[in-house]
Antibody
Framework: EVQLVESGGGLVQPGGSLRLSCAAS????????MTWVRQAPGKGLEWVAN????????YYVDSVKGRFTISRDNARNSLYLQMNSLSAEDTAVYYC?????WGQGTLVTVSS | QAVVTQEPSLTVSPGGTVTLTCGSS?????????PYWFQQKPGQAPRTLIY???NKHSWTPARFSGSLLGGKAALTLSGAQPEDEAEYYC??????????FGTGTKVTVL
């Protein structure tokens, strides 16, 4: 069964950092582009970042450039999102996806 | 970054047909934008319906189809069912820049 499981979400203070993880199983992880998508409460989907299968190219939405870093470990079938300088506008459910299959998401709340 | 626009809401009768569209602020949508379509129901993660303009997954109901129509990507639902009531999002790829989701269309089956 193809599965993506996110973890690492939680409550963090403005200006703080958080690292999200996504564990993949059931498919050849190293063959796929991987993507982080977020959804603020009551809002639409927002593409955040993606990374090439070998990790050599990464793209980000303008609002997170310089603050977020996407990475992957193909040996561990894992995707990561390092989030720094967080603000209330980053509060959302964060999903990882290979665009065919999605995880269930992990909630990040930025609040004092 | 580009803005991708969808109809905010559409209503379709049970058994009826409705077409959702996905336009780009940069110009015509082509197969080179690798259009995807996703369905999301309240409280659930999105589910991929259509990939690369018109391809269906094994779990995609046959009543959904994807195409390019009048410079936009399109998702057509033929023979709408009550369970098709959901939010639908398109996703377009912009070479060397990244990807952008559409604004979403809420489909009501009534």
């Amino acid at each position: 069964e193809v599965q993506l499981v996110e973890s690492g979400g939680g409550l963090v203070q403005p200006g703080g950092s958080l690292r999200l993880s996504c564990a993949a199983s059931g498919f050849t992880f190293s063959n796929y582009w991987m993507t982080w998508v977020r959804q603020a409460p009551g809002k639409g989907l927002e593409w955040v970042a993606n990374i090439m299968p070998d990790g050599s190219a990464k793209y980000y939405v303008d609002s997170v450039k310089g603050r977020f870093t996407i990475s992957r470990d193909n040996a561990r079938n894992s995707l990561y999102l390092q989030m720094n300088s967080l603000s209330a506008e980053d509060t959302a459910v964060y999903y990882c996806a290979n665009k065919d299959v999605w995880g269930q998401g992990t909630l990040v709340t930025v609040s004092s | 970054q580009a803005v991708v626009t969808q109809e905010p809401s559409l209503t379709v009768s049970p058994g009826g047909t409705v077409t959702l569209t996905c336009g780009s602020s940069t110009g015509a949508v082509t197969s080179g934008h690798y259009p995807y379509w996703f369905q999301q129901k309240p409280g659930q993660a999105p589910r991929t319906l259509i990939y690369l303009t018109s391809n269906k997954h094994s779990w995609t109901p046959a009543r959904f189809s994807g195409s390019l129509l009048g410079g936009k990507a399109a998702l057509t639902l033929s023979g709408a069912q009550p369970e098709d009531e959901a939010e639908y999002y398109c996703l377009l790829s912009y070479s060397g820049v990244g990807e952008v989701f559409g604004t979403g269309t809420k489909v009501t089956v009534l």
